[in-house]
């Protein structure tokens, strides 16, 4: 459901079902880590989305979204913790939805911290993607700058800033949950000037979209057995 990189190389990922592993560097999957906070994991809800500190580097902290059990149902959370050797440490509740509700369905959501520090997450309406490029703070909401038609189910989002694809600076990289795509959209002024889409041979969902400290991009597949895969740029092949 979700996916951080550390800066040592490894990885943090959720799963639905409530566990949070760490990736090794070779691959390897470790057992899941203590700590984590108890989890409804029942038709959308789960363990959801990851994001580090934008201090990680001296405070260790990593931010959970989830859907949290309570009187008369569930709601969606956010908590953090201290990242340990196998554990989260130290964890917190920051943040709750209240009231709790009955059903099972729409609790999001996505983690992501604006340069400024402050975070935001996304509530309801399976609202799975969102990447900070140049987030004002206002008041209210604005009509789409694009939209699909059919609808791709878009997932994770990230605004592209490494050097691996240079050409693709400030493009946004959004995956498909359906038909399970990788879509690149170049923005001009605040609009979408060109669509591409990659990977659709893979015939996965692709749930989070994520640039590495390499400066690589790392998809997340949607399945019981989900897989990470980073995407060199032969790979990118326009579908």
Known sequence: MGLALLPDGRMLVTERSGQLRIVERDGRLSEPLAGVPEVVARGQGGLLDITLSP?????????????EPGEDGAGTAVARGRLGERALENVQVIWRQTPKVSGNNHWGSRLVFRRDGALFVTLERIAHGLSAHWMPACAGMEQPI???DPVIAPSGAVFYTGTVFPD????LFVGSL???????????SGRVVQEERYLGELD???REVVQGPDGFLYVLTDSGNGRILRIEPDHLQQR
């Open 146 to 148: 694009y939209y699909w």
């Open 168 to 171: 693709w600076q400030g493009d």
């Open 178 to 188: 359906k038909p399970g795509l990788l879509v690149r959209l170049r923005l001009d």
């Open 204 to 206: 996965e969902r692709l």
């Open 55 to 67: 201090q990680f580097a001296q405070d260790q902290f990593v931010y959970l979204s989830y859907a």
